[in-house]
């Protein structure tokens, strides 16, 4: 879809832009990946009228998770590949329509592949914080980076990006 062609593009074109095209109208979009990191998440979100949708694409980075009210968490899409490393790429699109207060949690693997004496924090983990913080988008994204700073004993030892994207309740 879209969001596989962006990546694969980005992919291509090293720590350049790339643009997207959409039918009906132009639509560009601009994404940045340096080529040391070699991994890429994309999400777009879409509204049209009242309702929302969502697109998740990912090239080497965990799964995103779909964190809906009275729902357990759920990771959406398929691993990609690393970007870069192969000739052939393989990416995948998510497509997903969202309700009121739904919230999609992007992250990189420094949460889950953090470590204290031997033990990772984990997707387990990751996912019952992420549930039990179910306020505001912000407030999850800096709820959980407290809690893996904490696990780590408030040194990260590698990097950490959180990014949640909820739909207004009302």
């Known amino acids: ?5 962006a ?14 095209g959409h039918e009906g ?3 560009e979009r601009d994404a940045m990946v340096y080529q040391a990191a070699r991994r890429i998440a994309l999400l777009r979100l879409r509204r049209s009228g009242e309702a929302w ?10 799964p995103a998770f779909l964190l809906r009210l009275e729902e357990a968490a759920r990771p959406l899409g398929q691993p990609g590949s690393l970007l870069g490393v192969m000739d052939q790429i393989e990416l995948h699109d998510a ?5 009121r207060g739904d919230t999609v949690l992007l992250y990189t693997d ?3 592949e953090a470590r204290r004496s031997g033990q990772f924090y984990g ?12 306020g505001r988008a912000a407030g999850l994204a800096e709820t959980l980076l407290a809690d893996v700073l904490a696990f780590q004993g408030g040194h990260a030892r590698d990097d950490i990006a959180i990014v949640a994207v909820r739909v207004p309740r009302t």
Do not use: F, K, N, W
């Open 1 to 5: 879809g879209d969001s596989a062609r």
């Open 7 to 20: 990546a694969e593009a980005i992919a291509r074109e090293g720590h350049s832009r790339a643009h997207l």
């Open 25 to 27: 109208g132009l639509v």
């Open 53 to 62: 949708s969502a697109t998740v694409c990912s090239g080497g980075h965990p």
């Open 95 to 99: 497509e997903i329509a969202l309700d």
């Open 110 to 112: 420094g949460v889950p």
């Open 123 to 134: 997707e387990a983990r990751l996912v019952q914080v992420a549930e039990e913080s179910m």
